[in-house]
């Protein structure tokens, strides 16, 4: 079907080829495109007037969900009337759902491509959960407290999704494996919620631990390392130096993370 591009300098008209693979919640994906450059102005991958690909992702409606998805570089530099096939990098957006993924160009500093009236080609987008199976392995744990959670752990040897890293005298939640599996599964690839300190005379790290208090939900750019955290075994994690002798994670900057202090823990009293 031949496409209606406008005159001028930045218009685009997409091949036939749009291969999308099956999407994760959160996860990363690389789609697969051609594409034509239908105006007179050239194409740049670098420098203050580079063009970009990108995408958004819109409900059934067109409204956007994610307006401004991740941006890729080009291929390398395209004159016009000149084609080419190129990657996209699409990251899917958090929850599960359908969706329409659209796929468009950015002019650096200027608009994008569908501002002026090209086309974006569409695909629908069923997004599915990042995890399937739920299979939260944990280490570091105190032999016993992991006893009467809702939703049960495994071993290291199962080959989990996820794997939390508690410390010895730290006890989850009864609902604590319940809700950090339900956010992976939202797409969040780390995951760290509140530590209550033990009570009694001497609270071990009270002071320390102060940041990371219960009582609140989950907190936006929260700005403290993740303690004890869990993460999926396909990301990488990045630890800094520990607190109140607890694992400590640095959130990490190209994957989805999540603080919600009802993903609760609570240190055991520790007398000296």
Do not use: K
């Not at 744990?141 to 071993?155: I, N």
């Not at 999704?161 to 730290?170: F, H, K, Q, S, T």
């Amino acid at each position: 079907m031949a496409q209606t591009v406008p005159a001028g300098p930045l218009a685009v008209r997409w091949g036939e080829r749009l291969d999308v693979p099956p999407l994760r919640a959160g996860a990363l994906s690389v789609a697969r495109l051609e594409l034509e450059n239908a105006g007179s102005a050239t194409w740049v991958p670098d420098g203050p007037r580079r063009v970009c690909l990108g995408y958004h992702f819109l409900d059934e409606l067109g409204n956007p969900i994610v307006w401004d998805g991740l941006w890729t570089r080009l291929p390398g530099t395209i004159e016009p009337g000149q084609r080419a096939e190129a990657e996209v990098n699409v990251r899917a957006p958090l929850g599960r759902g359908r969706y329409r993924l659209a796929f468009d160009l950015v002019a650096d500093n200027r608009l994008w491509f569908s501002e002026v009236g090209n086309p974006q080609p569409e695909v629908v987008a069923d997004v599915q959960p990042r995890i399937s199976r739920r299979a939260l392995a944990v280490r570091g744990a105190d032999e016993g407290s992991l006893a009467g959670l809702e939703e049960p752990v495994f071993s290291d040897e199962s080959g989990p999704d996820a794997i939390a890293y508690l410390a010895p005298g730290v006890v989850p939640a009864p609902d604590w494996s319940r809700r950090v599996l339900d956010a992976h599964a939202e797409g969040y690839a780390a995951v760290g919620g509140s530590i209550e300190a033990g009570g009694g005379v001497l609270r071990r790290g009270a002071g320390e631990l102060e940041p990371w208090a219960p009582g609140t939900g989950r907190i936006p750019g929260f700005g403290h390392p993740l303690l004890c955290p869990s993460v999926l075994v396909e990301a990488e994690a990045v630890w800094t130096e520990p607190v109140a002798g607890l694992p400590a994670l640095l959130p990490p900057d190209d994957e989805p993370w999540l603080y919600d202090g009802r993903i609760a823990l609570r240190m055991r009293s520790r007398r000296s």
